[in-house]
């Protein structure tokens, strides 16, 4: 046996490469039956509504069947036959049929709205709760463009399958099926005839369904693209402005936008195809039944009732495929939309609480304990849960070692180091925003994977380092950091912080609005308005004069340059904040760093040094080193040590 040439052999290869590419696109459409069970999982709440759509649709189905059979009979049992009273008593049930036709279609119309609108919000929620209760390491990976699109373009895409090609598809099969039984009853020979067209027409639409699969998921994939940038130059405008990167924004836009007309223009292109060639197909066969069936009238083989019967009827056969064919273009989007919206329904969160959550000592004392943690991004933790967030793509993913640290209750860990050393990754795991992939974090002996998110961050108040506002007034913004904070609180916390004169200068005092991120307040303002958000959080101050507040407190102080007035201000709100509780600072003041009960050096993922300012300063080493270098002011990490 000689062995395969060379084009040969590229030959085989070609064509086993189409194969496999036939069967991937085969098995892209196949996963959809899962999909579609969870949607049809989803419109079980309303299965009254849908029972009476069906019938409507049933019956909507059978008074368009009717006309067929009926004008048979017309012409052979009352005009042929010159029987007025049997051609008047046929019209009247055919107009009698048109009738309940017209109310069950209304109906079934109604329905079918109300039921998609109800379907699509009750999905919008559904991600919208799934996004809340995914992990902060999860967003911060993904792109909120590409999530925005999932709940409008997505949403809305299968909006329209539901709300028009369902109906569509269920009535269209329900009509064929119904002519294929009028047509064999009025003249089989007729009817197998027109069946020829049958395989045709399936192997035309599973052709043109392999075909489109990818460029309708691709469409879906580049709309997410183009909303996800949009949404990024949006928020980072300013920054484009600043650096003239207008073009630059605007050129990839164009790319992006020419990338979905590629998509977009490649199903156009199979539509333009395919629908015409149906329509073809069509009237070919009614040409041929016409000729084959008036050749057997004109011999008397069948009746010229039963020709134009079936000739109506002809009309039902071919109707729904030119129909489903029109529906499959929204039909496939909304299935890739489906596929999409699923997928992202299927990222199950890695934080989870316990299944018998313990709860937490009372009172609360406070101490928070790191006991041997080592943390990688994408490195998954103990219990093989998956990964804790990153992208592990990184040679070392492991940015904390072997932490030991113990924060004793009531008191302050100032945290220092340089930048990517593992501080803020320390924070997140105090607030369980990730796991430890070894060893364990405890607040009053307790694992943190042993309590409730929720109760754990009741009891904290977090201010990072530019904190997020929401559009609303100071006092709503305030009031966020405690379900049910009343007006007395908020103004109680302010007072207590003494940041009052401060934020009544704003125009409309603690009413002023703060604009989309805070945006028309001052970073200072932005501070105080965060610190007081987090004070407000845990328990209500009490009557006999103690603050009240979150039991722990996780602060990234922002380096902000802030006039010395309310740089004083913050001092001060500051000092408050942090006593009487246990604080973990990632610390950018030396006034913070000086009064902090304890300084961790952070430096490569371990604590290299620990001790009070003293102590480390006495001891001459990294902490020593650093201080200098502030004092100097070679390095820029506590902005306000000059002040
Ligand atoms: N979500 C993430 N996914 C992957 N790697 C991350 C993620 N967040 C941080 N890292 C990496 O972990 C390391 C520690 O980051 P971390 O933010 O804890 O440093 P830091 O000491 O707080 O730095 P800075 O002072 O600059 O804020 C860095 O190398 C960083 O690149």
């Known amino acids: 046996m000689s062995a395969p040439g060379p084009s040969e052999s590229g030959s085989t290869t070609r064509r086993g490469a189409a194969f496999a590419d036939i069967r991937r696109r085969q098995q892209a459409t196949r996963g959809r039956g899962r999909r579609t069970r969870s949607l049809f999982g989803m419109m079980r709440p309303y299965r009254g509504r849908i029972a009476i759509l069906l019938v409507a649709l049933l019956v909507a189905t059978a008074a368009s069947l009717a006309p067929a059979p009926l004008a048979a009979k017309a012409v052979d049992d009352g005009l042929s036959k010159g029987n007025l009273d049997h051609l008047t008593v046929l019209v009247a049930v055919l107009l009698g049929v048109s009738l309940v036709g017209l109310v069950a279609t209304v109906v079934r119309d109604r329905l079918v709205g109300w039921l998609g609108a109800r379907l699509l919000s009750d999905l919008r929620e559904r991600i919208f709760r799934h996004l809340l209760q995914m992990p902060v390491s999860y967003h911060e990976r993904q792109r909120a463009g590409v999530l925005v699109s999932r709940m409008t373009n997505d949403v809305d895409a299968l909006q329209t399958m539901i709300s028009s090609s369902l109906v569509t598809l269920i009535s269209s099969v329900l009509m064929l099926l119904g002519s294929i039984v009028i047509l064999i009853s009025l003249d089989l020979k007729l009817a197998l005839i027109t069946f020829t067209t049958i395989p045709v027409l399936l192997l035309g639409s599973l052709a043109f369904r392999l075909a489109s699969v990818d460029a309708f998921a691709r469409t879906r994939e580049t709309i997410g693209a183009i909303t996800a940038h949009l949404q990024e130059t949006l928020s980072g405008v300013r920054v484009i402005r600043s650096y003239g990167r207008e073009q630059g924004h605007l050129d990839r836009f164009h790319e992006l936008g020419d990338e979905n007309r590629r998509a977009n223009m490649k199903t156009v292109y199979l539509n333009a195809a395919y629908f015409p060639a149906v329509e073809y197909l069509s009237t070919a ?32 056969f071919f109707g729904p495929i030119t129909e489903l064919s029109n529906v499959y273009t929204t039909f496939q989007s909304g299935m890739a939309a489906l596929e999409k919206i699923g ?12 299944a018998h959550p ?3 000592p009372d009172p609360l004392r406070g101490e928070l304990r790191f006991e041997h943690v080592t943390f990688g991004y994408g490195v998954p933790s103990r219990g093989g849960s998956a990964s804790a967030g990153g992208t592990g793509a990184s040679s070392s993913p492991i940015v904390l070692h072997d932490i030991d640290l113990t924060i004793p209750a009531g008191a302050t860990v100032a945290l220092v180091g340089s930048t990517g050393a593992g501080k803020s990754t320390l924070v997140k795991l105090a607030a369980r925003f990730i796991d430890p992939s070894e060893g364990r974090v405890l607040l009053d002996g307790v694992d943190l994977r042993d309590l409730r998110q929720r109760e754990l961050r009741s009891r904290m108040g977090i201010v990072p380092q ?4 929401f559009s609303g007034t100071v006092a709503e913004n305030i009031a966020f950091g405690r379900d049910g904070a009343t007006r007395e609180d908020v103004e109680r916390v302010v007072a207590s912080l003494g940041a009052g004169d401060v934020l009544d200068q704003l125009p409309q005092g603690l009413d002023t609005e703060v604009g989309e991120r805070g945006g028309s307040l001052s970073a200072g303002q932005r501070q105080l308005v965060a610190f007081a958000r987090a004070l407000i959080a845990g328990a209500p101050a009490n009557g006999d004069g ?36 246990t604080a973990i600072v990632i610390a950018h003041r030396l006034s913070t760093i000086r009064s902090a009960d304890l300084i961790a050096v952070v430096e490569h993922g371990r604590i290299c040094e620990a001790g009070t300012h003293e102590e480390l300063l006495v001891r001459g080493g ?21 002040s």
């Open 285 to 316: 066969a009614i040409v041929i039944v016409l000729l084959v069936g008036g050749a057997e009238a004109i011999d008397g083989a069948v009746t010229i009732g039963v020709l134009i019967g079936f000739v109506t009827a002809l009309d039902n």
């Open 343 to 354: 997928a992202l329904l299927d990222q199950e969160s890695t934080l989870t609480d316990p």
């Open 358 to 360: 313990r709860e937490l």
């Open 466 to 469: 530019e904190g997020f506002l």
């Open 546 to 581: 103690r603050l009240g507040g979150p039991s722990i407190l996780l602060l990234d102080e922002a380096t902000a340059n802030v006039d010395l007035r309310t740089e004083r201000r913050i001092e001060e709100a500051l000092e408050l904040l942090l006593s009487d509780r």
């Open 622 to 642: 990294a902490y020593a080193k650093l201080h200098e270098d502030w004092q100097r002011g070679t390095t820029d990490a506590p902005s306000a040590a000059a």
